[in-house]
């Protein structure tokens, strides 16, 4: 049975009217510890906890911070100045046609998300658009060919969110192809990236003393610490990434591709990167140039085009990539009598 803190009236309310007052003594106070919020209700610690939980699970954005032996409890700054959002009967549109491309996230906590925005979307129109706002929304069919299955990192991923979200230091287990068993990392994550089909979280990592990359499906437990920490005002995600042909940040090479002139309007009419520049050939064909790192990206780029791309330069990724079509060829040729 629940008892009353020593020395404070009980407060006849409900639970809903106690959650108003917790959530009015949190916005007035620039933080408050669980004995503060419990001797203003008149309930005790354990009441003020499940109090607490029921308000971040509404969706405020609640954190906690020690203050020497204190921990106190406070919101992101600024959080009731987000104005209500409407939207145009064309903006809806757009977001049911790109609704169905968003499938490549089943089995993350992101996936559920957008299928509670859509739900809240529908609850507030006219039938008779939601009704054709979902027609439309069949009208587009992904193939998500080799999609990765991230229904076993469902956990991780809504610890993450929320470390994301909080900028909460996590110590994470990771599993490098190149090493056997998991390695420890303790990491400030800074940005989760979506990159053909995958999800992966760049962050500083502290034991290696610089920003990495990590794959999701390779981590195989997180822990969010209680410290939080600052992303440095110097830091741009995309900047990263621009000398990059993927997102593997290796020493960039300076490379010359040429096409035949069958596929010459398949790349003339794409961005592969932003250090790219496009010569029209006497034949018909392209050469493709650009400057960027990430050896086996490029590699597997230009191997998927068959005969139809030649790598020109540079020199050491053209032999590396003679050396996979000899094998190749000696795979694929016809056995020996």
């Known amino acids: 049975m629940e008892r009353n803190r020593p020395g404070k009236p009980a407060k006849k309310y409900s639970q809903a009217a106690r959650l108003h007052d917790i959530i009015r003594l ?16 008149g309930v005790n610690r354990r009441t ?56 490549v996230l089943k089995g993350t906590p992101f996936h559920d998300d957008l299928a509670a925005i859509f739900r809240k979307v529908n ?36 610890e993450l969110r929320q470390a ?37 979280l760049l962050g500083y990592a502290h034991n290696r003393r610089g920003v990495r990359t990590f794959a999701v499906e390779r981590i195989d437990s997180l822990v969010i610490e209680g410290e939080r920490f600052e992303i440095p005002a110097d830091y741009h995600p995309e900047e990263r990434f621009r000398g990059a042909f993927g997102i593997v940040d290796e020493e960039p090479y300076r490379v010359r591709v040429r096409f035949v002139p069958a596929i010459a309007h398949a790349i003339a009419e794409r961005s592969w990167h932003p250090t790219q520049s496009l010569s029209r050939l ?22 998927s085009y068959g005969s139809m791309a030649e790598l020109l330069e540079p020199a050491e990724l053209r032999a590396e990539l003679a050396r996979a079509v000899a094998g190749m060829a000696a795979l694929y040729a016809p056995p020996s009598h």
């Open 26 to 41: 949190i916005e007035s106070r620039h933080g408050i510890s669980i004995e503060e919020l419990a001797e203003e209700s």
């Open 48 to 103: 003020i906890h499940r109090d607490l939980n029921a308000i971040s699970d509404a969706g405020y954005p609640l954190t906690a911070e020690w203050s020497g032996d204190r921990k106190l409890y406070r919101f992101i700054t600024g959080f009731k100045d987000v104005p209500p959002v409407s939207f145009t009967l064309q903006e809806l549109l757009t977001l049911y046609f790109l609704r169905s491309s968003l499938d």
């Open 123 to 158: 609850s507030v129109l006219p039938p008779r658009y939601a009704a054709h706002l979902e027609r439309i929304s069949r009208i587009t069919v992904p193939l998500l060919q080799g999609r990765r299955d991230y229904t076993r990192a469902a956990r991780i991923l809504t």
């Open 164 to 200: 994301l979200l909080f900028q909460n230091r996590v110590t994470i287990s990771y599993r490098s192809p190149s090493r056997q068993g998991g390695e420890e990392y303790r990491v400030d994550p800074y940005t989760l990236i979506f990159y053909r089909g995958g999800l992966y």
């Open 282 to 303: 006497p034949d018909g064909g392209v050469e493709l140039s650009f400057t960027a790192g990430g050896r086996m990206e490029i590699l597997s780029w230009v191997l």
